[in-house]
C-alpha cells in the first residue's frame, strides 16, 4: 500500500506535465512549441531520438524532440525486442558485445518494466561446427559477458522448444524487451522534465544561417501547417532516414541500409532466448515477446531509395521458416500470425566511403568538425539495444556546444514505470485482475495511473492482451494516440492471436467517443485493419488465412466497413 | 444402419438440406463440428447484394448478370425464384420467421450502422423497405452499459445518416451490472443467457418505458435469442421494439441454428454434434462411406453424400504453404495455384481467395482428377464461383444450393 502511495504522489506532477500536452492536443499547444526557442532540437522520434531527449532533459537543456509519424515506427519498432548479452557479436565485433552486455546490465535497472529476464541459449546442431563453441565462450569472456556452457540435456530441459538433436548449449544473459514501451518511457521522462515533444512533424527543410543550422522547418502532418522553430542545436536521430536529414543540412553521410525480415508466431512457444552458435547468419534468432515469439533475421543489403517499402517478399518467407523450425522444430505446425522487416542503419566510414569498410558501432559525428557545418549534430549506427548509450554520447557532444557541464544521470535513474523495484505483476499474493497485471507488466508503477475504480474501467476491450477501457483511455489522453496504430503501440491492443479482430471494433468506438468523431473511427479502424493485413499477407495460408476470412466476415460482411470507407489508394500516415 | 444420405457439415447449407431429404422420409445423418458461420449472421439471408460493387435492386433480375461459374447460374435463374420461396417456407417450418421476398431487395441495418441489401430479415430484427420512406422519424436505440459488442456511436451516426432521428439512451438493469463484474462476459450471448427470465425482461421494459420518451421505435441490440423473449419484451414495452444485430457471436443466429437442428432432429434426422469426417472411400465413380474422428472404424455408409464443409473459417477448404485443397476427398477446386495470387494489399479490395472452392458440374456434382462423383455434391460456401464477401451471396448460395441438391438427390430417387 505504501508503495502504490508513492506512485500516487508522483502522479499529479505527471498529469501537469504530460497530461496537459496531450489532453489538450490543441493548436494552442502546438501553437506555443512552435513560438518557442530550444537548446536543442532532436529529430527521430525512436528509442535514440527518446533517449537522446531524456538525456538532454536530464541536463537540464530546453528539448523539443519531432518525428514524422508515430513514436518508434522505423528500425525500434520492427526489430527482435531482444535484449542482446552482446553474445552475438562476441567473436566478430568486441566492442559492440562490450558495449551491449554493459547497457544489458543497466536496462535491467532502469528499464525493468520493458525487459523480461529470460536469459539466452547459443545452440550447436549436429550440422554446425562444435569446435566454434570454445571460440564463442572465450570471446564472450574477453567482452565481459557471462556464458555458461551447459549440457544438452540441461538445455532441452530448461527450454523444451529447443531442438532436441542439439549437440551443445551456452546460456547468456540475454533478455526480451519491448522497444515500444522502452520509447515511450523515455520520452515520458523527457517530458515531465520539460521537454517538448511533436509526433507527426515531419522535417521538410533545415533553416541554415551561412553555415549555422539554426532550426528546422516542419510539417504539421494533421493539419497541414507549415511551420519554422528555432533550436541552438540540432540533432540527426533519424536512422537510416539520417542520409536524407543530413542532405537537407548540405552534409553528406553514406549510408548502407541493410533490411532484415522477422515473423512472428501466434504463441509464445520458446521461455529463453535462442540463438545459434555459429558466425552470425539468416534467421538464427528466436526471441519470446510478450504472449508471442519471433524469429528473424534476413539481412539485404537494398537500396536507399527503398527504405520506406516494408512489404515482406516471399522468398524471405521461406528462409525464416526454413531457418527457424531448426531451431525450435515446433514452430513448423505453430501458426504465423504476420511478418514485418525493418532496416538498420549502417554507416560507411569517412575514410572510405565506398562501403567496403562498415562500421556497425556508434557513429556520433560533429557535423562542425566535419563539414564546417554548426549546431548540427548526427546520431546513428548502433543498435535499439544501445540507445541510452547513443543518447549519451549524442546529449554529451550537445552539451560540449552548448557549455553544459551537467553529468549523466541515465544509467543509474530508472525510467517512469521502473522507479518502484518491489512491483512486479508476476506476484500472486497480490489480487490483480488479468488486465491489471497485463497493464502492470506494460507500463510498471504507471499503471497506477490507470482507472480502475469502476467495472467499466476494468471492462476487457482487448482479451488476447487484456487491455481495459481504462488502459485505453490512459493511452488516449496521456500517450500521445491519435489513432488505434498508435494506440496498438502503447498498450498491445490487437497484437495478440487474433490482430484485432474484435477488439480493433471494440477500440475503435471507444476512440470515435473520446475524440467525438464516428466518421473518423471508421476510417481509422479501416485503416487499423489495413495495416494489421500488411504484415498478415506475407503469410496468409493456413490459420491466418482463416483469420483473415472471419475478420472479412466480421467487418464487411456483417458490418459493412467497406460500403462506408474507401480506402483505394490511401496512404496512411502510421 | 445405412443412411440415404450422409451430410458433412452441419451449418446454414448442411441443416437445410438435410430438413429437405428428411421431410420427404430419407434417413439422413449430418456430421457436424459443432461451429457454424451463423455465429457472425446479422439476423438476415442475402441472397444476392451486389453487383460490381453496387447494390442489387432485384436479386432475381440480377442473376442473369452473374458468370456462369456462379452456383446461381448453374442452378438457374427460374429454379432459383421457386428455390428461394421453398427456403422461406422452410424456415418459417423450422421456427425461424422472416420477412422479405427475393423480387427486391430490402435494407438491414448493421451493428455500424450500414444499410446493407437483405433478402430474409427476421421478423423481430429492424429493417427497411425504402430508404426514402422510412417506417418511421424518431427512434430510441437503447444503449447497454458497458457493452462494447455494438459499436453505439457509429450505429446511431448511421441511422441519423439514413435520415432518423436518434436518442442515445444508456441504461442498465441489476442483472446486466451482475454481469458486468466480470470483465470478459460483456458478449451478447452470455447477456442472452442472464437476460431470459420474465422478471429481468420487465426490468428492461422498465427502463426503456422510462427512457423511450418521444420515440416512435425502440431498437435494442440483438441480445436475445428466444422467440419467446422477444415478444414477451415486446409485449411489456409500450412502443415498436426491434432488435438490431451486434458484433460477434450474434444470438439470433445461434437461435437460428439453433432451431434448424432441433427441426432436423423432430424429422428423424440424425445430428452427429462435435465430429468431423476424416476420409472417405471411393469405388470408381462413387462414394460409398465416409470415415469420422469419433466413430472410428465404424464408417457410415449411405446412397447419396453431400459435402457442406464450408470455406476456410470452417476448414471446408484449406490453404497451406504451396496450395489449396479440400481436406476430406482431396476433390479438384478452383484456386489459384500462385500463392501472390491468394490475396490483394488493401484488406478492403475483393480478395480472390473468397471465390475459391470446389469445382462442380451444373447439377453441383464434385469433381476428382476431371471425373465427376455421381453421388456427392457440394453445398453452401465450400462451391466455387461466388463471393459473399463483396456480392452478398453467402447465405443465399448455402440455402439454395441446398435445396437444389436435395432436390435432385429426390429426383433421381423416385
Known amino acids: 500500500m505504501a508503495k502504490s502511495k508513492s506512485v500516487c504522489n508522483f502522479a499529479p506532477k505527471l498529469i501537469e506535465s504530460i497530461g496537459f500536452a496531450t489532453l489538450k ?10 513560438k518557442n526557442e530550444y537548446d536543442v532540437i532532436i529529430i527521430g522520434g525512436g528509442a535514440t531520438g527518446a533517449g537522446t531527449a531524456r538525456d538532454c532533459a536530464l541536463r537540464g537543456l530546453k528539448v523539443l524532440l519531432v518525428e514524422r509519424n508515430d513514436y518508434s515506427t522505423g528500425a525500434t519498432g520492427r526489430n527482435h525486442g531482444l535484449m542482446h548479452s552482446g553474445a552475438r557479436y562476441a567473436v566478430t565485433d ?26 539466452g541459449l547459443f545452440i550447436t546442431l549436429p550440422e554446425d561446427d562444435l569446435g566454434y563453441q570454445r571460440t564463442f565462450v572465450d570471446a564472450c569472456e574477453r567482452a565481459g559477458i557471462r556464458a555458461d556452457i551447459i549440457d544438452p540435456e540441461e538445455a532441452r530441459r530448461i527450454e523444451p522448444a529447443v531442438n532436441p538433436e542439439l549437440i551443445g548449449a551456452v546460456r547468456v544473459p540475454d533478455a526480451s524487451i519491448d522497444p515500444f514501451r522502452l520509447t515511450v518511457a523515455n520520452l515520458l521522462d523527457a517530458r515531465l522534465h520539460g521537454a517538448d515533444t511533436l509526433n507527426y512533424h515531419e522535417v521538410e527543410g533545415m533553416i541554415v544561417n551561412q553555415n549555422r543550422i539554426e532550426g528546422v522547418k516542419l510539417l504539421n502532418k494533421l493539419t497541414g501547417e507549415h511551420v519554422e522553430v528555432r533550436g541552438r542545436v540540432v540533432v540527426n536521430a533519424c536512422g537510416i532516414w539520417g542520409q536524407r536529414i543530413a542532405e537537407m543540412a548540405g552534409a553528406k553521410i553514406s549510408m548502407f541500409p541493410a533490411r532484415g525480415a522477422l515473423l512472428i508466431f501466434g504463441h509464445r512457444v520458446n521461455n529463453m532466448v535462442i540463438n545459434r552458435c555459429r558466425k552470425p547468419a539468416n534467421a538464427d534468432i528466436l526471441v519470446p515477446d510478450d504472449t508471442v515469439c519471433v524469429i528473424g533475421t534476413t539481412s539485404d543489403r537494398i537500396p536507399i531509395e527503398t527504405v520506406d517499402d516494408m512489404r515482406v517478399t516471399r522468398e524471405e518467407v521461406d528462409v525464416l521458416l526454413k531457418e527457424g523450425v531448426k531451431i525450435a522444430p515446433s514452430l513448423a505446425t505453430t501458426r504465423i500470425i504476420r511478418a514485418y522487416a525493418g532496416v538498420r ?42 540507445y541510452r548509450l547513443m543518447g549519451e554520447i549524442a546529449t554529451n557532444a550537445v552539451c560540449a556546444k552548448l557549455g553544459n557541464t551537467a553529468p549523466c544521470v ?61 488502459e485505453i483511455k490512459y493511452a488516449v489522453h496521456q500517450l500521445h494516440v491519435h489513432n488505434l496504430v498508435n494506440l496498438r503501440r502503447r498498450t498491445r491492443v490487437g497484437m495478440g492471436t487474433c490482430q484485432g479482430k474484435l477488439c480493433s471494433c471494440r477500440a475503435a468506438s471507444l476512440m470515435g467517443e473520446f475524440r467525438h468523431d464516428v466518421k473518423g473511427a471508421q476510417a481509422d479502424l479501416a485503416a487499423f485493419l489495413d495495416e494489421r493485413w500488411k504484415g498478415m499477407r506475407p503469410v496468409a495460408w493456413g490459420d491466418t488465412l482463416r483469420e483473415a476470412q472471419l475478420t472479412a466476415a466480421i467487418y464487411e460482411g456483417l458490418c459493412g466497413l467497406d460500403q462506408v470507407v474507401d480506402r483505394t489508394g490511401k496512404e496512411d500516415v502510421q | 444402419m445405412k443412411m440415404n444420405t450422409v451430410i458433412m457439415g452441419g451449418g446454414l447449407s448442411g441443416l437445410v438440406c438435410g430438413i429437405a ?40 433480375e440480377a442473376i442473369a448478370s452473374l458468370s456462369e461459374e456462379h452456383p446461381y447460374r448453374k442452378i438457374g435463374a427460374d429454379r432459383i425464384a421457386l428455390l428461394a420461396d421453398q427456403a422461406k417456407t422452410l424456415l418459417d417450418d ?37 430508404l426514402k420512406q422510412l417506417p418511421c422519424k424518431r427512434l430510441a436505440l437503447m444503449c447497454i452499459k458497458g457493452f462494447f459488442d455494438e459499436p453505439n456511436g457509429m450505429l446511431a ?102 432451431l434448424l437442428r432441433h427441426y432436423f432432429q423432430m424429422l428423424g434426422g440424425n445430428y452427429l454434434m462435435g465430429d468431423t469426417v476424416v476420409s472417405a472411400t471411393l469405388d470408381g465413380d462413387r462414394v460409398t462411406s465416409v470415415t469420422t474422428a469419433k466413430l472410428g472404424d465404424m464408417p457410415l455408409k449411405a446412397d447419396q453424400f453431400i459435402l457442406a464443409t464450408g470455406s476456410f473459417i470452417s476448414r471446408g477448404l ?24 491468394w490475396t490483394r494489399f488493401g484488406i478492403l479490395e475483393p480478395q480472390a481467395y473468397s471465390r475459391f472452392g470446389v469445382k462442380t458440374d451444373n447439377d453441383l456434382r464434385c469433381l476428382k482428377e476431371g471425373k465427376t462423383i455421381q453421388n456427392l455434391r457440394a453445398i453452401g460456401s465450400v462451391l466455387s464461383g461466388h463471393d459473399a464477401i463483396k456480392m452478398g451471396d453467402g447465405t443465399g448460395v448455402s440455402l439454395l444450393s441446398a435445396l437444389a441438391a436435395a432436390q435432385s438427390i429426390l429426383a433421381a430417387q423416385s
Open chain 1, 410 to 470: 541515465t544509467a543509474t535513474q530508472p525510467l517512469p514505470g521502473s522507479e518502484d523495484d518491489t512491483l512486479d505483476q508476476r506476484d500472486m499474493s497480490k489480487r490483480y485482475s488479468f488486465g491489471q497485471r497485463a497493464a502492470i507488466g506494460r507500463h510498471g508503477s504507471l499503471a497506477a495511473r490507470i482507472e480502475k475504480e469502476n467495472d467499466i474501467d476494468n471492462a476487457l476491450v482487448c482479451e488476447c492482451e487484456g487491455v481495459t477501457v481504462g
Open chain 2, 318 to 341: 484449406v490453404a497451406d504453404y504451396e496450395r489449396v485443397y479440400e481436406p476430406i476427398l482431396g476433390l479438384d477446386v478452383d484456386a489459384d495455384a500462385d500463392r501472390e495470387k
Open chain 2, 94 to 130: 423450422a421456427g425461424i420467421q422472416m420477412e422479405g421476398t427475393a423480387a427486391a431487395n430490402h435494407w438491414r441495418v448493421t451493428p455500424m450502422g450500414v444499410a446493407k441489401p437483405a433478402w430474409l430479415t427476421l421478423k423481430s430484427h429492424v429493417h427497411i423497405d425504402d
Open chain 2, 157 to 258: 451516426d448511421g441511422l441519423k445518416d439514413m435520415g432518423f432521428e436518434v436518442d442515445r439512451l444508456e441504461f442498465t438493469t441489476d442483472d446486466i451490472t451482475a454481469l458486468r463484474r466480470s470483465p470478459s462476459e460483456m458478449r451478447a450471448s452470455s447477456l442472452a443467457k442472464r437476460l431470459g427470465s420474465n422478471s429481468a425482461l420487465q426490468r428492461i421494459a422498465d427502463q426503456i418505458n422510462q427512457l423511450a420518451g418521444e420515440a416512435e421505435m425502440v431498437l435494442l441490440p440483438s441480445v436475445l435469442g428466444d422467440e419467446d423473449h422477444i415478444h414477451a419484451l415486446q409485449s411489456m414495452v409500450n412502443k415498436p421494439l426491434r432488435l438490431v444485430a451486434t458484433l460477434p457471436p450474434s444470438v439470433s443466429g445461434n437461435r437460428m441454428q439453433t
Open chain 1, 25 to 34: 492536443t490543441s493548436f494552442m499547444v502546438t501553437d506555443n512549441i512552435y
Open chain 1, 345 to 386: 542503419p549502417l554507416v560507411a566510414s569517412d575514410d572510405d566511403p565506398s562501403g567496403r569498410s562498415i562500421s556497425r558501432g556508434i557513429v556520433c559525428l560533429d557535423h562542425a568538425k566535419r563539414d564546417g557545418l554548426e549546431g548540427f549534430i548526427t546520431i546513428t549506427g548502433g543498435k535499439m539495444m544501445t
Open chain 2, 21 to 60: 431429404l428428411a421431410k420427404r422420409g430419407q434417413r439422413v445423418t449430418i456430421v457436424a463440428t459443432g461451429q457454424s458461420t451463423l455465429l457472425f449472421n446479422g439476423g438476415s439471408m442475402e441472397l444476392l447484394g451486389y453487383l460490381d460493387g453496387k447494390a442489387v435492386v432485384s436479386p432475381i
Open chain 1, 94 to 119: 568486441g566492442e559492440s558485445a562490450s558495449e551491449c552486455i554493459s547497457e544489458n546490465m543497466i536496462l535491467r535497472r532502469i528499464a525493468r518494466h520493458c525487459v523480461e529476464e529470460t536469459d
